[in-house]
């Protein structure tokens, strides 16, 4: 595929991601401004930060008064998955892509963008990335603005449709393969009865300090590890004849 | 230091979110040879996704009921391997649609 292509590629599937972004975004733009920043200023946030959790948290501290090193450290804290995300990354993308393209996909690192990236074919061409970035941050930028000026003048139903278009996504992204692979289908199981489970447990025993971006780094390392221990992956290339006894 | 302007702030947490992002993409540069390491990061998305779809996909919508139906949809149509945007599409219209039911919401 030609560099045109895979944008276009990114493009396509950064839509229903721009969608969903949109509306996620609209609710947090209400929550900026009832936290006391401007409407400007929440776009900004988004169009820098690009992250719903981060965003969120940082708003209410915001409201609520706290110090830069605080606001530095909750970033950390939450935003750390990214961190794996790219170490996944970094072995989807060719050993020769530039300083500079690992740069630029760098600032897409999403949740949703993760999602998307992993799933193409073969090696992950930074074009895609761009394209989805493309699509995707405007959407999240735009809808934290609307949100910051509008305020509730959207239908909350309409917005509430809009945001199940990631989750949607989501299991679009993950059940085919699971389908194909019983190792990833336990794990997909696992992995959604161990978070339900988990956010159980944290209201019930309102353990607070236990957002929802620490529990997706403890889950992730810890069956992530346990399946990596208990089956680790045959190599697909090169390496198939190493492993074939 | 107690937090004395909005746009400090912003690219405070801009800079370390974007850190977290970029740091592994440019210094990691080459195929990972430890094969735990490599099944590590190949288990990683799934277990990444499956934890933000569940539980948070229940409350996304106005009601449960929406959100299950619209969870059906995506459900049956991720496993016949449908695109992405389509399957994002569907589980919208769902919600929308089975929102204005009388006895739901």
Not at chain 1, 4 to 20: K, T
Not at chain 1, 138 to 160: D, E, Q, S, Y
Request: aromatic content about 8%.
């Amino acid at each position: 595929m030609s560099k045109r292509q895979y944008f276009l590629h990114g493009m396509r599937d950064g839509m229903p991601i721009a969608i969903g972004y949109f509306a996620v975004a609209f609710a947090l733009g209400i929550k900026a401004v009832a936290a006391g920043i401007s409407a400007p200023e929440s776009a900004l946030m988004s169009l820098l930060n690009l992250t719903s959790a981060g965003e969120a948290a940082a708003i209410a501290l915001l409201g609520a008064g706290t110090t830069y090193v605080e606001l530095a450290f909750t970033q950390l804290v939450i935003n750390i998955r990214y961190l794996l995300m790219s170490c996944s990354l970094s072995q989807k993308i060719l050993p020769e892509t530039s300083i500079l393209h690992r740069l630029l996909m760098g600032y897409g690192v999403t949740d949703e963008i993760f999602g998307i990236s992993v799933a193409t074919d073969g090696a992950l061409s930074p074009y895609y990335s761009y394209g989805a970035i493309a699509v995707a941050a405007p959407g999240w930028t735009l809808g934290t603005l609307l949100g910051a000026i509008l305020g509730n003048v959207l239908p909350a139903r309409i917005v509430g449709a809009l945001g199940v278009a990631l989750f949607a996504m989501f299991l679009a992204i993950i059940l085919p393969p699971a389908r194909k692979n019983r190792v990833i289908a336990g794990i997909v199981a696992v992995s959604m009865a161990a978070s339900a489970g988990l956010t159980f447990l944290c209201e019930r025993m309102q353990w607070t300090g236990f957002t929802e971006g620490f529990r997706i780094i403890v889950l992730t390392v810890t069956i992530a590890l346990a399946a990596a221990i208990l089956f680790p992956v045959k190599e697909a290339s090169g390496e198939e004849a190493c492993h074939a006894d | 230091m107690q937090i004395n302007s909005i746009l400090l702030a912003i690219l405070a947490m801009a800079g370390v979110t974007y850190l977290i992002r970029v740091l592994p993409l440019v210094l990691i540069r080459r195929e990972i040879q430890n094969r735990t390491v490599r099944s590590f990061l190949h288990y990683v998305p799934y277990v990444t996704l499956s934890v933000m779809t569940v539980p948070a996909i229940f409350t996304a919508t106005a009601s449960i009921v929406s959100a299950l139906a619209a969870l059906a949809v995506a459900v049956v149509l991720g496993l016949r391997g449908c695109k992405l945007p389509l399957v994002a599409a569907a589980a919208c219209l769902t919600v929308f649609l089975v929102e204005l039911l009388p006895f739901v919401g």
